[in-house]
């Protein structure tokens, strides 16, 4: 394969002196060389067109041996020098220390089109960062990475990409729900990409362990290569940088909330230093509407990183950097401010994005009103969020209550539980929106579209990625493609997979994989 490979963070930033891969504290250093390890007998499962075409392969180099070997670690890029990462982070609140990558590997950098792609192995084997885990990935949790981080990037989600998904041969023991009991399933691995995989925990490891030096050479790295917009110089540059960062954070939470994404695991380490989403672990996709739903069993308790905790949390986690940045500013004050502006900008950038999913051209007195009373009424029944929007768009101006309740009534999970209060809460908050479109100079049509833009009509739920690894399991691959190619295009109607558009089956409510995930899922 003749790839434009122009490595820099394994280039221009410390390396651990250390080239034994054993498990332990890796001090002075952003990364340790590790070799992948090899597997038994690799299988091609998936190939992402769009992402071939990115870095530059053509399609028919992906059906290479070479290709093969390299996507599942059995052959190194020439000139190239595989690494692990050194980071660490805040897990559930509290400061756990260096992690880094205990089942990736960074394999090379390659330029495209003016385009940088880092690209990641996860699941090829230990690093020092594995701690008591042996580095492998599982086919089940493979797949679901594959499929949404591709299917994130094509409803318009700031996100990490996939470029492959194999089999590698091996067999990985698993205790899927950690309950004492587990068992051997077919390893895996996916090949990530991305501009690079810098999250916050990066920086914090450095600032705990005060390595100030490799602090700001870290900073200075990621803002040359990754955010050239940023041409100030001293404290204001890291300042800069912050403020940058906490916008992208922004923008990237807020389309989680407007597709219904709830990341599961919003750990510093798992947060991304371009405001990408990164580590898709236990995720899911809201089925009924509902504020307080987390898709993670470690979290079942706390639900601290519930759907309707995700803007809090993206500030929760911006303080820490903000302390890990401290040492290259040493002003407290000014990034306090820009902290302080944190709330503001979400709450206006949410009702923007609300604005755009209601049909809405301009936000109007009584808008906000309007908004928070339809959160209110979505969760007084179960009511599924995807279909619920969608529908919305088909609503004419001219719709009285009960022809505009018929063209949504589809969205809820028990027909039979909207009557009484529940109902006038409905006819209450769509006599409000039905007036409010009267005052809109858009015509339905035109609405519609805008709607149609901003609100999915086909999400990855876990219970369709979850019968894609039951068929996979078997060694069927087929509905991982046909899940692929639908959401490549999740906006348009796509008749031939109209199938899709339900709601959550009901064996699927409480079925591993298809409700709560473990963090091993």
């Not at 250093?29 to 190939?47: D, E, G, M, R, W």
Request: proline fraction near 3%; aromatic fraction near 12%.
């Amino acid at each position: 394969m003749k790839l434009n490979i122009q490595d820099t963070f394994n280039k221009e930033l410390p390396a651990d002196k250390i080239l034994e891969n054993s498990r332990r504290q890796v001090l002075d250093a952003c990364f340790s060389y590790v070799i992948p390890k090899k597997t038994s007998n690799p299988q091609l499962i998936h190939v992402s067109e769009e992402m071939l075409a990115a870095i530059g392969i053509p399609s028919k180099e992906a059906q290479s041996e070479d290709f093969l070997k390299v996507i599942t670690g059995n052959l190194i890029l020439e000139n190239t020098h595989p690494y692990a990462m050194c980071y660490g982070g805040h897990q559930f609140g509290n400061w756990a220390g260096q992690l880094g990558d205990g089942r990736a590997i960074n394999l090379t950098e390659i330029v495209h089109n003016k385009q940088r792609w880092a690209l990641q192995l996860k699941g090829t084997g230990e690093t020092p960062y594995s701690r008591t885990a042996d580095g492998l990935a599982v086919l089940r949790s493979s797949i679901r990475e594959y499929l949404c981080s591709e299917a994130m990037y094509h409803v318009g989600v700031p996100t990490t990409r996939a470029l492959s998904l194999s089999l590698s041969g091996d067999e990985v023991l698993r205790d899927v729900m950690y309950n004492g009991n587990p068992a051997y399933e077919k390893g895996a691995i996916v090949c990530r990409a991305s501009q690079s995989f810098i999250r916050f925990g990066n920086f914090e490891i450095l600032a705990a362990r005060k390595q100030h030096l490799i602090l700001k050479q870290l900073a200075d790295y990621t803002i040359q290569h990754f955010y050239a917009e940023i041409t100030s110089e001293g404290k204001e540059k890291y300042l800069d940088f912050f403020t940058e960062v906490r916008n992208r954070t922004i923008d990237m939470i807020i389309h989680w909330q407007r597709v219904g994404f709830v990341h599961g695991v919003m750990n510093t380490d798992n947060m991304s230093i371009l405001g990408q989403t990164i580590d898709y672990g236990p995720y899911g996709w809201l089925e009924g509407y509902d504020l307080g739903w987390t898709p993670n069993t470690t979290d079942a308790q706390f639900k601290r990183y519930r759907y309707g905790n995700q803007g809090y949390i993206g500030l929760w986690n911006l303080f820490q950097l903000a302390n890990a940045l401290y040492p290259l500013i040493e002003d407290a004050d000014t990034l306090q401010e820009i902290l302080n502006e944190y709330n503001t900008m979400y709450e206006e950038r949410y009702l923007e994005m609300k604005k755009f999913k209601l049909g809405l051209t301009t936000l109007d007195e009584g808008d906000k009103e309007l908004i928070d009373r339809l959160e209110e009424t979505l969760q007084l029944s179960e009511t599924d969020m995807t279909i619920f929007y969608r529908n919305l768009s088909t609503i004419s101006s001219e719709d009285n209550f009960n022809t505009a309740f018929d063209k949504i009534k589809d969205a809820f999970y028990s027909i039979n539980e909207i009557e009484g209060e529940i109902k006038t809460h409905w006819q209450d908050w769509f006599d409000r929106y039905l007036s409010r479109l009267q005052k809109e100079s858009l015509s339905d049509l035109d609405r519609k579209q805008q709607m149609d833009s901003v609100n999915p009509k086909y999400v990855l739920r876990n219970y369709m990625a979850q019968l894609a690894i039951d068929k996979a399991d078997k060694g069927d691959y087929s509905l991982i493609n046909e899940l692929y190619q639908l959401l490549k295009k999740p906006y348009e109607e796509q008749p031939k997979y109209q199938q899709w558009f339900t709601k959550r089956p009901e064996w699927a409510r409480h079925k591993v994989g298809c409700s709560m995930l473990s963090c091993s899922s």
